[in-house]
């Protein structure tokens, strides 16, 4: 596992949770919601081309 995934998800999360907070305050809440469904959606992508990588790799060491 490499740490650049992890400070991507970190930078995206904080990213996130900043742009929610202000959208939130200017009463705009519907826009924040989408805005962290949005946040989470991408870094779900994220973790299931690495899941999947990671199945790659056991298939081919145990060679089914």
Excluded at 39 to 59: D, M, N, P, R, S
């Amino acid at each position: 596992m490499n740490v650049d995934l992890i400070f991507k998800i970190a930078a995206i999360g904080i990213i996130v949770s900043v742009l929610s907070l202000v959208l939130s305050r200017s009463g705009r809440e519907e826009q924040a919601m989408m805005t962290t469904l949005a946040g989470l959606i991408v870094v779900l992508l994220i973790l299931v081309k690495q899941i999947a990588e990671l199945f790659t790799t056991i298939e081919s060491l145990f060679g089914f």
